[in-house]
């Protein structure tokens, strides 16, 4: 329902905003608590494909995005040449999860051997199952093992990190790799697949922080950094103007917006300070 006559300010009015399809789980919480402080502002967010939807942003169709990277130098052209300033600011830190079934005997895995499948020259029988051959999730592995395609065997993609967890409950001898957040707030899609799942520990390479030991995504971790598989969460605001946009990307890193966070099992962008209230006993 449009809010018709209410002025767009940081708290009230109409905004559209792109997110990354395997954040959208951050954000949709965020929006639920921002609408519920703000009645008079309306957030309509759209979901995707990071491939998918960073053309929408690039052509100034929509000009607030949520994802997983900063613009490129050659992406930002596209609104310096429309002298658009361009604000970027993290908001949470994302653990990319590696899920396997829970039949399966292997609980742990290797960075080495990840980048080992995804180059094909694996002899392991262990494969890899992704959300999506567009998602950020993809391109943040392609970039990792330093390869423009797929090899022909032992890594696959499906649709989305529903599916991904669908098809691991469903097949002992896949590795799926989701965004951390679609493991810790499963839907009622996958809510009967989850006790079918568990997280396993990453080792990273030799040198790399969490070389020493096998380590799970979770908030300590990512927090620490330890955990090899971390990825910020970004809002990029290029609205050129003091509105709803600017209002939600201001109010994400703010200490409501923080403690949500904090709240859904990611690492924040500043942890929650604490009061305390420390008496003299002399």
Not at 50 to 72: A, C, G, K, Y
Not at 124 to 145: I, N, Q, R
Not at 207 to 221: E, M, S, V, W
Request: charged share 25%; glycine share 8%.
């Amino acid at each position: 329902m449009e809010k018709e006559g209410i002025e767009e300010t940081r708290t009230t009015g109409e905004a559209k905003i792109l997110v990354d399809e395997t954040l959208s789980n951050i954000v949709d919480g965020q929006i639920e608590v921002f609408n519920a402080d703000y009645p008079n502002a309306k957030i309509d967010l759209i979901k995707g494909q990071e491939q998918r939807i960073l053309p929408t942003f690039l052509n100034d169709s929509v000009r607030v995005i949520i994802m997983s990277r900063v613009l490129t130098p050659k992406e930002e052209q596209f609104y310096i040449k429309r002298e658009i300033p361009i604000y970027t600011q993290r908001f949470a830190i994302d653990g990319i999860a590696l899920i396997a079934n829970s039949s399966n005997p292997d609980s742990t895995i290797t960075v080495d051997e990840i980048v080992s499948i995804l180059k094909g020259n694996y002899n392991g029988t262990k494969k890899l199952v992704f959300d999506s051959p567009y998602s950020s999730t993809m391109k943040y592995f392609k970039d990792l093992a330093k390869i423009n395609s797929l090899p022909s065997k032992g890594v696959y993609t499906l649709e989305s990190n529903n599916d991904v967890i669908k098809h691991v409950a469903e097949n002992s001898e896949y590795i799926g790799i989701i965004g951390l957040n679609w493991y810790l707030q499963s839907s009622a899609t996958t809510a009967s697949y989850m006790p079918k799942i568990k997280l396993m520990g990453v080792k990273n390479v030799k040198g790399g922080k969490g070389d020493d030991a096998y380590y799970k995504p979770t908030q300590k971790n990512l927090i620490s950094g330890i955990y090899p598989f971390l990825r910020n969460v970004y809002i990029i605001n290029c609205e050129g103007k003091d509105g709803l946009g600017t209002g939600f990307a201001n109010w994400l890193a703010s200490p409501r917006g923080q403690l949500i966070v904090l709240k859904s099992g990611l690492g924040p962008h500043k942890l929650i300070s604490r009061d305390f209230n420390l008496k003299n006993s002399n």
